[in-house]
């Protein structure tokens, strides 16, 4: 089945500046990628997608990349602010199901 | 708009007993999933159900059941609690013919003494 990694596990930035979450994933049938923010006590939200005949998608300061050769995709949140402090998840459709990575959680310090 | 909706938010059952998560979602989506979340592991997949009338087993399903009860509502059920069934439970529907968006509930907290 999809092996979906996502790194780092924590990660911690001061506001104002970018971060980047990276994940990686196994099986080259997958074809969508989203991306899921988690805040405290809710349940994951959608907040950006790729398909995987699209190499970047962009929403306001979030922004998705996607290698397929490399299967890697990428979170890229750039003039942080506190409210983005949450877990997000990566994520690769293979199948029947969406299949997570394991979650970063993201601290934005003011 | 209630999208989906889990009960119950928060549950303590001993070893042994037997309970039932329930989920319902009102945007008429023909699939639904049921996952589990554990520090440090993600959501895995325990269950899902393409459609009304059909079930299949994600990653995780020892220890549980499901039933799709109509196009609405999708339940789990834990027939002799373990401690290692301690998690949170979460109920999601996918958007039929759109982007592949899936839509969680906002998880009901299950404890196993």
């Known amino acids: 089945g999809e092996n979906v990694e996502q790194h780092p596990s924590t990660l911690s930035v001061q506001e104002g500046d970018s971060a980047v979450i990276k994940c990686t994933y196994s099986d080259s049938a997958s074809n969508y990628f989203p991306w899921y923010k988690q805040e405290l006590g809710k349940g994951p939200q959608l907040i950006i997608d790729i398909r995987s005949n699209v190499g970047e998608k962009k929403d306001q300061r979030i922004a998705v990349t996607l290698n397929k050769t490399a299967k890697h995709f990428s979170l890229h949140i750039t003039e942080t602010q506190p409210e983005d402090s949450a877990v997000y998840f990566c994520?690769?459709?293979?199948?029947?199901?969406?299949?997570f990575g394991k979650g970063t959680s993201l601290l934005v310090t003011p | 708009n209630a999208g989906v909706t889990q009960t119950p938010k928060f549950q303590v059952l001993k070893t042994g007993q037997s309970m039932t998560l329930q989920c319902a979602q009102d945007m008429n989506h023909n699939s639904m999933y049921w996952y589990r979340q554990d520090p440090g592991m993600g959501l895995r997949l325990i269950y899902y159900s393409a459609s009304e009338g059909t079930t299949d087993k994600g990653e995780v399903p020892n220890g549980y059941n499901v039933s799709r009860l109509n196009k609405r509502e999708f339940s789990l059920r834990l027939e002799s609690a373990a401690p290692s069934q301690t998690s949170v439970y979460f109920c999601?529907?996918?958007?039929?013919?759109?982007?592949?968006?899936?839509?969680f509930g906002e998880g009901s907290r299950l404890t196993v003494l």
């Open positions: 994520a690769a459709h293979s199948g029947y199901a969406l299949n």
């Open positions: 999601a529907s996918l958007r039929t013919g759109g982007t592949g968006e899936l839509f």
